[in-house]
């Protein structure tokens, strides 16, 4: 195999992870700021094909487009994304400050192996691969634009093999869904409860004055602590399973992507898991014991945001298992919103799990692994596989200018499939700030508010042709998760006339009046209406 291709498929050995050396580490960030080794640079380089390609798992376009390019940016990706064996030299160019002993020191690369590379012996100088991922990363978030260096274990597309059981996952959709959706308000205290390579930490670093991390795997607190020192971000790292390091402590918020991921508890299936994704309980009862746990944790106005999987058992709605894991938060006076954004069979879903682990069709484990896969389901009588979102927060009633008394918690739970524009973090926890203030309002107190309808929400009319009555009658939502919701003549008319000039009530009964409807009955069809659109953002108070 020549210099600069990708790395045999047969299974190595997986690499210590990174060490942190603070002259090597500062050398690192220099060369690496010097390369201008950034995603809008790699993306330039690889072109649209080549990336629409990586984000199928595909890297054949990618190292095409980089064939023979020498520019620094260009090695970097080859070396640390693509798996390829590069020469001594061609590192020590692209790391010029570091330099390829330095990046050694650092645990980022190896000696490649001889079966890597045929005719080694007779190569003129060594030849070197990354024992870590070493990823550019850009987002923008409520506190503004980021852009860092993530380090993690390589990923099957760079060895060619399936993931070790030990692998610490680099920036994936789920990382990237609970970045999205985490608020950026300003807090004294944050815990990102398993926290993996420590990316929701280094979020959250940005707004928060203490951050705590926490891990069961040594391994992936030795990369989230590598992350944090690359990028000069301070946090604080503990060793523990779900809470217990943290045991007495309370936080403003709690992000957590848990190892949420369903996998079969039988002998023998222990090639299906992997500990950044398995929680080591049976169905999904790591998630009930979490959520059981949380609301302890979070201090007077604290929240939690969570991503998770759940049990849809047959004859059971669909928010049967998250409704009773949040009961005994409920009762402990914390609100809950939890939302089904997907749901998959079983199939669907032991297909998505063994892939992630890099286990397809074509390899002898695959038939096997789904059977235990549909087994385990099935001695539950699973039907399908939720997935989605979990809030809750914490009220401080005596935060208010007006403190408040304390009312009964709120246990709320949808299904929103769609997205819209603009920023689902600040939608939903302005969602979260409406149930705590709707909570405290009766009726009579909703109707003298002057709500104004949200500018992104229009209304929607379907006719039989040649009709002049609707059929169907929708409100519209552009922003947040893309609601639609259906409305009759009076909720569509009220809605369509809230421009705070007037109050709730005068609006409905204003158009009561116009349509002969009587007002009684209207108001106790729409105002519950009202209050699903001002949690949702379609009207604001």
């Known amino acids: 195999m020549p210099p600069d291709s990708p790395a045999a498929p047969s299974r190595t050995p997986t690499p210590a992870p990174p060490r942190i050396v603070p002259e090597q580490i500062a050398a690192l960030r220099a060369d690496l700021t010097a390369a201008s080794y950034t995603v809008e640079t790699t993306e330039a380089l690889l072109g649209p094909v080549a990336v629409a390609a990586l984000r199928r798992e595909n890297p054949v376009p990618a190292r095409r487009a980089l064939e023979g390019r020498t520019d620094a940016a260009a090695v ?119 926290c993996g390579g420590g990316i929701q930490a280094l979020h959250a670093a940005r707004h928060a004055d203490h951050v705590v991390a926490t891990d069961l795997s040594r391994r992936a607190l030795a990369f989230a602590a590598f992350n944090a020192a690359l990028n000069d971000v301070e946090i604080e790292l503990r060793h523990g399973s779900l809470l217990d390091p943290v045991a007495g402590e309370s936080f403003d918020l709690i992000v957590s992507n848990p190892p949420f991921v369903i996998t079969p508890r039988e002998a023998g299936q222990e090639e299906a898991r992997w500990t950044y994704r398995d929680g080591g309980r049976a169905g999904d009862s790591l998630l009930a014991e979490l959520l059981e746990a949380v609301p302890a944790h979070l201090a007077p106005g604290g929240s939690a945001v ?38 998959e069979d079983p ?60 009312r009964p918690a709120v246990l709320r739970t949808e299904q929103a499939a769609g997205t819209g524009t603009g920023s689902l973090a ?96 209207a108001r106790a069809r729409v105002l519950p209406a009202v209050r699903e659109l001002v949690i949702s953002r379609m009207v604001t108070l």
């Not at 047959?314 to 919103?337: F, N, S």
């Not at 692994?369 to 401080?396: M, Q």
């Open 76 to 194: 970097l990706f080859r070396l640390f994304t693509l798996g390829a064996v590069v020469p001594r030299s061609v590192i020590q160019r692209a790391l010029p400050t570091l330099g390829a002993d330095g990046a050694s020191a650092l645990g980022l690369v190896i000696p490649a192996a001889s079966r890597e590379t045929p005719g080694a012996a007779e190569a003129a100088e060594p030849l070197l691969r990354a024992a870590v991922d070493l990823a550019p990363y850009a987002a923008s978030d409520d506190a503004g634009q980021i852009a860092w260096w993530i380090a993690s274990d390589l990923s099957e597309l760079a060895t060619g093999q399936a993931l070790g059981p030990d692998h610490v996952l680099g920036i994936g959709g789920a990382s990237l869904t609970l970045a999205r959706i985490t608020p950026r308000t300003r807090v004294a205290t944050v815990l990102d409860l398993g």
């Open 306 to 343: 969570m991503l998770g999987n759940w049990e849809i058992s047959r004859d059971q709605p669909w928010d049967a298992h998250p409704r009773a894991w949040l009961d005994p938060a409920r009762a402990d006076g914390v609100d809950a919103w939890v939302i089904q954004r997907e749901q």
């Open 347 to 406: 199939a669907q879903y032991a297909e998505t799990w063994a892939r992630d682990g890099g286990i397809t069709e074509r390899d002898a484990r695959w038939s096997p692994l789904l059977e235990a896969w549909l087994d385990d389901f099935a001695a539950r009588d699973v039907e399908g596989i939720g997935f989605g979102y979990l809030l809750l927060r914490r009220p401080d009633h005596g935060a208010r200018s007006v403190p408040a008394l304390p």
């Open 426 to 521: 600040a939608h939903l926890a302005d969602g979260l700030d409406a149930i705590d203030e709707l909570a405290a309002l009766d009726d009579d107190a909703l109707a003298a508010l002057r709500p104004v309808r949200a500018a992104d929400v229009i209304e929607r009319r379907h006719f039989t042709p040649g009709a002049w009555d609707p059929t169907l009658i929708e409100l519209a939502q552009g922003a947040g998760f893309a609601r639609v919701v259906r409305a009759d003549q009076i909720l569509a008319a009220t809605v369509g006339a809230l421009d705070g000039t007037l109050t709730l009530g005068q609006v409905l009964a204003a158009v009561c009046a116009l349509t002969d409807a009587d007002e009684h009955e």
